[in-house]
Nanobody, 119 residues
Framework: QVQLVESGGGSVQAGGSRRLSCAFS????????MGWFRQAPGKERERVAT???GYTDSVKGRFTISQDNAKNTLYLQMNSLKPEDTAMYYC?????????????????WGQGTQVTVSS
């Protein structure tokens, strides 16, 4: 059974930085099929950064996704944070038998970690 546990969220002022971590366990067939998503109140979930498809335009140049396979951990370094980055951030890992995708069914999901950016 795959488990994903996010940490590192919290409150930060605009312009600040935060590093999110996602500790994963269990068998993940393709570790390139992992990434970060976010959902703000009243909005649809959106892709932030994935190993397989890169960054959404709004975070390019500010966020960096990385993976430490020795530690079974996925990271998201977030710099120059803006109030519009405020959201619940989720880690996702692709399920065996599926191609890399953003859909609910094709991924395992963590419980999320809240990031709040104040102006």
């Amino acid at each position: 059974q795959v488990q994903l546990v996010e940490s590192g969220g919290g409150s930060v002022q605009a312009g600040g930085s935060r590093r999110l971590s996602c500790a994963f366990s269990g068998y993940i067939k393709d570790r390139a099929c992992m990434g970060w998503f976010r959902q703000a109140p009243g909005k649809e979930r959106e892709r932030v950064a994935t190993i397989y498809s890169g960054y959404t335009d709004s975070v390019k140049g500010r966020f960096t996704i990385s993976q430490d396979n020795a530690k079974n951990t996925l990271y998201l370094q977030m710099n120059s944070l803006k109030p519009e980055d405020t959201a619940m951030y989720y880690c996702a890992a692709g399920r065996s038998g599926y191609t890399c995708s953003e859909s609910d069914a094709s991924n395992y999901w963590g419980q999320g970690t809240q990031v709040t950016v104040s102006s």
